[in-house]
């Protein structure tokens, strides 16, 4: 045995030699045997020939056979033009592998699950359960169309442009503003929204906000979703009373799906918001579109359940006062607590015109307020604003406005003053 593997491995590269050393040991051994035992070898023979078609011939005797790799000749894989190949050891009901370019590549990324925090069942109850739920528990059940809220919005128009020309301008004076508000019965801090949304905000950045709001007695941090969770928890570690974390919804464009704002809000308020900011879509306010836009405030309002709403109007954006007075009807309407004038990224700002006219619009509706951000930046500006009836200000200048504020309260001699 020994000497014929010898024979094997000298005629490797000669197949024919080595089939007639193979030929010879058989035909010696061949010689001596019975019958029966050449029947045997037949029948040997021939399973190893059934054998070796379903199994490829192994290098050397002895050594297992590697599985069968069987090609799928249907299609081909996206990468390198190579056949994709199944092992013959899988399960017989398992489906073959078949993957094409267009429907599902091997470089698709999974799906991102729903949440990324782990929420307490409490919590959970009080989002929608899935994508396919949130347009049907979020978004308004009853619309109302534009056939009906058309003729109320210009009844309204017209009511406030009226009402806007027995307004007396000499009232909302700068010089007039500052001596109201350095008495002490003036509580300027709590009107504060102390305002960081640049994309490029950090934590530190974030954590200085907080430090800031907090010293200061401001009403609200303002900051986008993404940092209302660390806010929160920055405003407890600080063992603020005073502050509370506000997160915009749908900024700075407001072109987001309904369904989408609705969902946004409800998990910024479950990471601890306490007031929600939202943008409107503006295109569909100048496209007259009332409903849509009356039905993406509605939602937003159910969603929050509770917790105080602010729209955005962006006045900056509103180039006509029928705009403007239109928006802040349809919000009121829509049962938000609050109309604001703008993001602050469009360009302008709040105005005293703007918040005179949006503070007209909404004075029939009982506890509707309204917000001035954007271009708020010293203590004259934010002391105007708030004459014109402005009940908020959302600035980043707020540290600033308020050493200014307590200049002027001591110039009064009225000790903490606008504090």
């Known amino acids: ?34 019958s029966s035992q050449v029947e ?82 409490e919590e959970n109850d009080f989002l929608v359960s899935g994508p396919e739920d949130v347009s049907m528990q979020s978004a308004a059940t009853v619309e109302r169309t534009n ?8 009844a309204h128009i017209s009511k406030i442009l009226e009402e806007l020309q027995k307004v007396d301008e000499d ?40 430090e800031e709001a907090v010293q200061h007695k401001f009403k609200s941090c303002c900051i ?18 005073t502050t509370i974390p506000c997160s915009v919804i749908g900024f700075p464009l407001g072109a987001t799906s309904t369904s989408s704002k609705c969902y946004e809000a409800s998990l910024s308020i479950l990471d601890g918001a306490k007031e929600i900011d939202m943008v409107i879509s503006i295109g569909h306010l100048l496209q007259k579109d009332y409903s849509y836009i009356h039905n993406d405030i509605f939602s937003v309002v159910r969603a929050a359940k509770g917790i105080p709403v602010k729209v955005i109007i962006e ?18 309407e829509a049962g938000a607590n609050w109309v604001k004038t703008s993001t602050g990224f469009n360009g302008g700002g709040a105005t005293v ?23 708020v930046r010293n203590f004259e500006q934010a002391v105007a604003v708030i004459k014109a009836g402005a009940s908020r200000i959302g600035t980043s200048n707020g540290v600033a406005i308020m050493t200014v504020a307590g200049e002027e309260a001591k110039k009064e001699g009225s000790g903490e003053g606008a504090y």
Do not use: W
Not at 4 to 32: E, F, H, V
Not at 355 to 369: E, I, P, S, T
């Open 1 to 34: 045995m020994p000497a014929q593997r010898k024979i094997k491995r000298k005629n490797r590269k000669n197949p024919s030699a080595l089939s007639n050393n193979d030929n010879n040991s058989n035909n010696k051994n061949s010689d001596g045997d019975n």
């Open 315 to 332: 006045t900056s954006l509103l180039k006509t006062q029928e705009a403007k007075i239109a928006a802040c009807y349809l919000a009121a």
């Open 224 to 241: 986008n979703p993404a940092h209302v969770r660390f806010v929160a928890a920055t405003l407890t570690t600080l063992n603020s009373t």
């Open 353 to 375: 015109e703007d918040v005179r006219l949006m503070r007209l619009a909404v004075a029939y509706k009982d506890g509707v307020k309204v917000k001035a951000s954007g271009g």
């Open 40 to 121: 045997s070898q037949s029948q040997s023979e021939s399973q190893s020939q059934s054998q070796s078609e379903s199994q490829p011939q192994s290098r050397r005797n002895g050594r297992k056979p590697r599985p069968i790799k069987t090609f799928t000749t249907e299609t081909r894989a996206p990468r390198r033009g190579r056949l994709k190949y199944q092992n013959h050891s899988k399960q017989p009901n398992e489906p073959p592998l078949s993957l094409t370019p267009s429907t599902a590549p091997p470089s698709t990324p999974p799906i991102a699950p729903i949440f990324y925090h782990q929420y307490s069942e």
């Open 147 to 154: 056939e009906e809220l058309t003729p109320l919005v210009d």
């Open 171 to 210: 009232t909302y004076s700068p010089s007039a503003v500052v001596e109201d508000l350095t008495k002490p019965t003036v509580q300027l801090a709590q009107t504060i929204d102390h305002t960081l949304l640049k994309p490029e905000a950090t934590e530190d950045q974030i954590k200085t906000l907080c």
